[in-house]
C-alpha cells in the first residue's frame, strides 16, 4: 500500500524555520522524483520545489527560493523540506507528492500537514 505521511508542521512565528518530513512506503522511492506543494486558505494549490531521484536537480519556485531547502534520505524513503526565514504568508497545508521518472502519469501524493506562521 502506497503511503506518503508528512509530519513536522505546526505554529512558528514570523522568521522562524520548521522543518516538514515526508516519510513514503509502497513504492520504490529512488525511483521518483520528490516534490512539495502548499494550499493556503483562499488559494489554489502551488509547487513550492522538487528534488530529483538521486538528490540532485533541486528547483524551486521563486516565492520560496533563498529561504527553503529540499532534502532526501533514499536509505530512511524521506524527503525533507527546511523553511526558514517563514512569513505569514507561507502560512498552508504543505504536502509531498512522488512522481515515478519517466512515467509522469504515475504519481502518489501526501494528505499534508500544516504550518501556521503567525505571532
Known amino acids: 500500500q502506497v503511503q506518503l505521511v508528512e509530519s513536522g508542521g505546526g505554529l512558528v512565528q514570523p522568521g522562524g524555520s520548521l522543518r516538514l518530513s515526508c516519510a513514503a512506503s509502497?513504492?520504490?522511492?529512488?525511483?521518483?522524483?520528490m516534490s512539495w506543494h502548499r494550499q493556503g486558505p483562499g488559494k489554489e494549490r502551488e509547487f513550492i520545489g522538487s528534488?530529483?531521484?538521486?538528490?540532485?536537480?533541486?528547483n524551486y519556485a521563486d516565492s520560496v527560493k533563498g529561504r527553503f531547502a529540499i532534502s532526501r534520505d533514499n536509505a530512511k524513503n524521506t524527503v525533507y523540506l527546511q523553511m526558514n526565514s517563514l512569513k505569514p504568508d507561507d502560512t498552508a497545508v504543505y504536502s509531498c507528492?512522488?512522481?515515478?521518472?519517466?512515467?509522469?502519469?504515475?504519481?502518489?501524493w501526501g494528505k499534508g500537514t500544516l504550518v501556521t506562521v503567525s505571532s
Open positions: 528534488i530529483g531521484s538521486t538528490g540532485g536537480g533541486t
Open positions: 507528492k512522488a512522481t515515478r521518472v519517466g512515467y509522469s502519469a504515475i504519481s502518489y
Open positions: 509502497g513504492f520504490t522511492f529512488g525511483s521518483y522524483v
